[in-house]
């Protein structure tokens, strides 16, 4: 049993690299990969408290790509040399992502809302501040009931709080991911937000950009539609992989070590890593 998808308090996630390092082996997995938003910070505690027991550790990243009418997410799995050319893109991507928050914070205040950034930034363990982060203080000021009434009314695509991260071309992202040693994978396709008509064409397009994976197992997608994205990956020359895209009690949904339907992801997705 592995888990190809997660996050820590250095992205959106609520356990520590270590933590979470600890909750796979006591679960009884056999790989972890972590792949934190934007940013590699906890790559190097992950590494370290893996190698304490036999657990697997595969080092990795989701970075946000260019794209309409959907979100794009590329995974960047078996990260070799992630303090390059990488980490020194994605630092630009958090100062973007700084004057997007602050964005939002206008917002709010024109909402006649008693949030200050110090209030969203208590409710996040690291420095990179995300949007269920202001769910949070939402949530605390007693705005909303939860975190998915937060994003349905003001976070959420469309709503009005929403605005598009600072995103990089696919191929500027392949090529970063490439030069760190790792594997470009398409996190949860169905978030492409493209028909099944229309999907293989621009999946044989991102293919010849050198994307080389799919998540086809992810929690978005159940098991007749993650069947079918594994059918679709091996006839256009895919690996396949799968993960929970865990974030600790952010996303109380998602479990550690479970993807589509509640199903556990086989060993045999770790080939590509090995």
């Known amino acids: 049993m592995i888990d190809l998808h997660t996050h820590t308090i250095c992205s959106d996630g609520t356990l520590s690299p270590a933590e979470l390092v600890r909750k796979a082996r006591a679960l009884g997995l056999t790989a972890l990969a972590i792949t934190d938003h934007d940013t590699t910070d906890g790559l190097d505690e992950a590494k370290g408290e893996a190698e304490q027991g036999d657990l697997r550790f595969i080092p990795g990243i989701e970075i946000e790509v260019e794209f309409h009418p959907g979100e794009f997410h590329l995974l960047g799995l078996g990260l070799r040399d992630w303090k390059g050319t990488l980490s020194t893109a994605m630092e630009e991507i958090k100062r973007r992502r700084h004057e997007r928050n602050l964005w939002i914070l206008d917002r709010m205040k024109e909402q006649g809302w008693d949030i200050t950034y110090e209030d969203v930034r208590r409710q996040a363990e690291s420095d990179l501040i995300a949007r269920p982060h202001f769910a949070a203080a939402m949530i605390e000021k007693k705005i909303v009931r939860n975190t998915k009434q937060a994003f349905e009314k003001y976070l959420g695509t469309g709503r009005p709080f929403y605005t598009r991260k600072e995103a990089l071309p696919l191929d500027e992202a392949v090529a970063l991911i490439k030069a760190a040693g790792g594997r470009p994978v398409i996190a949860h396709p169905l978030s492409l937000y493209l028909s099944w008509g229309r999907l293989p064409g621009r999946l044989e397009e991102f293919r010849e ?40 009690d952010m996303r109380r949904d998602r479990q550690l070590g479970l993807s589509s339907d509640g199903r556990t992801v086989p060993d045999e997705f770790l080939a590509p890593f090995l």
Not at 227 to 246: K, M, N, P
């Open 209 to 248: 950009a050198g994307v080389e994976g799919l998540e086809a197992y992810h929690p978005g997608a159940n098991k007749r539609k993650a069947e079918r994205l594994h059918h679709l990956a091996d006839r256009l020359g895919f690996f396949v992989t799968g993960g929970s895209d865990f974030h600790g």
